[in-house]
């Protein structure tokens, strides 16, 4: 059994001192180093460092995708620190949807197919009309029976989108979801993702290289070397883009 928890009250997931090693004795990595970050709920978070500073780790873990070395992960409502393999994936398929920079849709189905795919998964009943809402509020109404290699990177992205959405997950986790795009393609999907927010308050948690998706987010966390060092909340772009140099440098 998860145990049902007190979480702060409007936090959809949360971090409390997190941490991630790899490797065995000779060769060990501490990818995260003590993280403690909470998501309030209807509020977008990016995470920000230089390669190899712990983001993946840090959204897989918050995810539920990777087990933690030490600390609690909490995910709406329940702490799934020490959650049995099956019960983490059934959490896994109600509360979250994730988003990669490589779309991952199956290329062989159609964009409903793809869609539909996690409602089957966790042996929903799948609506044929529930799936064309999620594809339209994404702006793909009229490419429903396209397969991926029939549509543009931004618009496999959109797909990705509605993918992880129609399961009306808790958290909607994105590592790089714009790495991939054009500059314009890369605007079209912020501006999705600001709108889900805004008007559905859905909570975001996204990693990004990029300082314009970043300045998109409610709030923006540095890390460097498996720690957060650093915090801003609705930064500019040029702000966001000084902060990361620093870190870098
Ligand atoms: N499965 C793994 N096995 C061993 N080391 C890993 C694994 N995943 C990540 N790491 C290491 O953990 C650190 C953080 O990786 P990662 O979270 O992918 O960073 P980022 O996403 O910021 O580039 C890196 O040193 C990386 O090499
Ligand atoms: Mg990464």
Redesign the pocket.
């Known amino acids: 059994m998860t145990n049902a928890i007190e979480l702060q009250r409007g936090t959809a997931g949360e971090l409390r001192d997190v941490t991630r090693e790899?490797?065995g004795k000779q060769a060990r990595?501490r990818?995260?180093d003590g993280v403690s970050l909470a998501f309030p709920e209807g509020t977008w978070t990016a995470v920000m460092?230089?390669?190899?500073?712990?983001?993946?780790?840090?959204l897989?873990c918050a995810a539920g995708l990777e087990r933690v070395s030490s600390g609690q992960v909490l995910l709406a409502g329940q702490d799934i620190t020490a959650a049995k393999d099956d019960e983490l994936t059934r959490v896994r398929r109600r509360q979250i949807g994730f988003v990669f920079q490589s779309f991952n849709l199956i290329g062989s189905l159609t964009a409903e197919q793809n869609v539909a795919l996690p409602l089957r998964l966790s042996g929903r009943r799948v609506s044929k009309k529930e799936v064309r809402a999620v594809l339209a509020s994404v702006g793909l109404a009229d490419r429903m029976r396209h397969r991926p290699r029939e549509l543009s990177g931004g618009q496999q992205q959109r797909v990705a989108i509605a993918r992880a959405m129609v399961t009306r997950p808790s958290v909607l986790f994105a590592?790089e979801p714009t790495g991939a795009l054009d500059s314009a393609s890369a605007r079209s999907v912020l501006g999705l993702l600001r709108g889900m927010v805004d008007e559905a308050g859905q909570t975001i948690v996204m990693?990004t290289h990029d300082p314009a998706a970043a300045a998109r987010a409610d709030s923006v966390v540095f890390?460097s070397d498996?720690r957060i060092v650093d915090r801003a909340s609705r930064p500019s772009a040029r702000e966001v883009a000084d902060r990361l140099a620093a870190l870098e440098a």
């Open positions: 790899y490797g990595v990818a995260l460092g230089p390669s190899g500073s712990g983001k993946s780790t840090l897989h590592d990693v890390l498996g």
